[in-house]
């Protein structure tokens, strides 16, 4: 919050009377969230600088100049700030003075009024007890907080499919491991079984064969002592 003066200095000359302070954002007080920016309609400088070059122009002419703060209840900073501003010539007649900004309404008095809000993109304040948070903060905070959870979401799909995938492969191994083993017991038992049988063989299908490769009749296998 700035220390904000209600009539600025170039139109009074003080700097340090506390009725012409109260708290201000910056963005209210000059424009900007840091530094000044007197394009910002919705800054105090746009006006100020527009009626100081205004007085300057009309040497001979009067600035009539009023600004309010307006509060609510029993809070410690103001919600808006309230400019009233009109021209008096030479013979005291009211001179309306329309400055070009937006916000700018003209009474029948040919007045201009202008409210403008003191708050803040980048800050949450508390009219209340006068406080502000940084929401800017907060908001790079909750960034953060976002990004590592994604990351940290990505890091575990990533661990589990490759868990999944390192089981995969753990299995069809086991299963490689349990077909060879298979088959080198079948091919055992079948070469256990030529020895023992003439040469006689079953395939893995159960038919025998004769030594040459070729199909064995019923006949044969029985003559062989072989059960069929």
Not at 11 to 23: I, Q, R, T
Not at 178 to 185: G, I, L, N, T, V
Not at 211 to 217: E, I, L, Y
Request: glycine share 8%; hydrophobic share 25%.
């Amino acid at each position: 919050m700035n220390r904000g003066h209600l009539i600025g200095y170039q139109f009074s000359g003080l700097n340090d009377e506390k009725k012409n302070l109260v708290p201000m954002t910056n963005w209210l007080n000059a424009g900007n969230y840091s530094g000044t920016d007197d394009q910002n309609q919705s800054g105090m400088l746009y006006y100020e600088n527009r009626l100081d070059s205004w007085l300057a122009n009309h040497p001979n002419y009067y600035l009539d100049y009023k600004v309010t703060p307006i509060y609510q209840k029993d809070e410690l900073i103001p919600r808006q700030i309230e400019l009233q501003y009109v021209g008096i010539d030479e013979n005291g007649k009211l001179l309306e003075i329309k400055l070009g900004g937006s916000k700018e309404k003209v009474d029948q008095y040919s007045v201009t009024h202008v409210i403008l809000d003191n708050v803040s993109a980048n800050a949450e304040i508390n009219y209340l007890d006068g406080t502000a948070k940084n929401t800017v903060e907060d908001a790079k905070i909750k960034e953060e907080k976002e990004k590592a959870k994604k990351e940290a979401e990505e890091k575990s799909k990533k661990e589990a499919k490759e868990k999944e995938a390192a089981e995969k492969k753990a299995k069809e191994e086991e299963e490689k491991a349990r077909q060879a083993a298979q088959e080198k017991e079948e091919s055992q038992k079948s070469n256990s079984q030529s020895k023992n049988s003439g040469g006689y063989f079953r395939d893995r299908n159960g038919r025998w064969h004769r030594p040459n490769g070729k199909f064995a009749s019923k006949k044969e296998i029985r003559e062989a002592g072989l059960q069929w």
